[in-house]
């Protein structure tokens, strides 16, 4: 199996290292992605219908430390607002805002190399394929067809280049759409729990704010 595989490189032709390098890259890149995904616990209903529980009974000690037990975006967002209870909504709003663009670039750090590598590893494959054919057509010329042998060299690292570079290319893009998904699901999360954060504030604040009601005398 090694030296197959080893034969069917060396067949490729100067084109094959390049290759390698992307798929070594983009390897590294989706285990370490799926990694700090897996490591997010919790679901966001989850988390925030625990901190609205508390925060309706008035624990608020209680509700951040229930965001800090959750290694979750939509909970360090949610932290940061509950830590500037009392405050301005506007306030609150910014701050929940600032977590959340930092837990999204953490999110979507090394994307853009799995993207990079979806899109130039089927352009070396293709590259590939020009040379291989270049070398064809030198060979022809250059010996004609009393060796076929020497043709089909280059048609077989033209066809192994571009079968390189799309068997590179279609895990990749698919891990990176995987990921960017699971990116745009989170932010919409953060985005939704953040505002309905601020309406349960609203809403104690509403309760708090009412006089008590009056007691019937007893007759």
């Known amino acids: 199996m090694g030296g197959t595989l ?75 607002g509950l830590l500037r209870y009392g405050k301005s909504h506007d306030e609150i709003e910014k701050a929940m805002e600032s977590v959340a663009l930092h837990e999204l670039s953490k999110l979507e750090k090394g994307l853009w190399i799995l993207a990079t590598v979806a899109n130039v590893a089927p352009l070396f494959g293709f590259l590939g394929t020009v040379t291989g054919m270049i070398a064809s057509f030198q060979a022809l010329a250059e010996v004609g067809l009393g060796n076929p042998q020497a043709v089909a060299q280059g048609i077989s690292e033209a066809l192994i280049t571009t079968a390189t570079g799309l068997i590179i290319a279609l895990p990749v893009q698919t891990a990176y759409n995987y990921f960017n998904n699971r990116v745009s699901t989170f932010a919409l999360d953060m985005e939704t729990s953040s505002s309905m954060l601020l309406e349960t504030f609203s809403e104690i604040e509403e309760s708090e704010a009412k006089p008590p009601s009056p007691q019937k005398k007893m007759i």
């Open 6 to 80: 080893f034969t069917y490189l060396r067949q490729g032709g100067p084109m094959i290292i390049p290759l390698v390098l992307c798929s070594m890259v983009g390897v590294a890149f989706i285990i370490e992605r799926a990694i700090s995904h897996f490591r997010i616990k919790g679901a966001t209903a989850e988390i925030f219908a625990e901190i609205r529980e508390l925060l309706l009974s008035g624990d608020l000690r209680q509700s951040v430390e229930i965001c800090e037990s959750y290694d979750h975006p939509v909970a360090a967002t949610l932290k940061s």
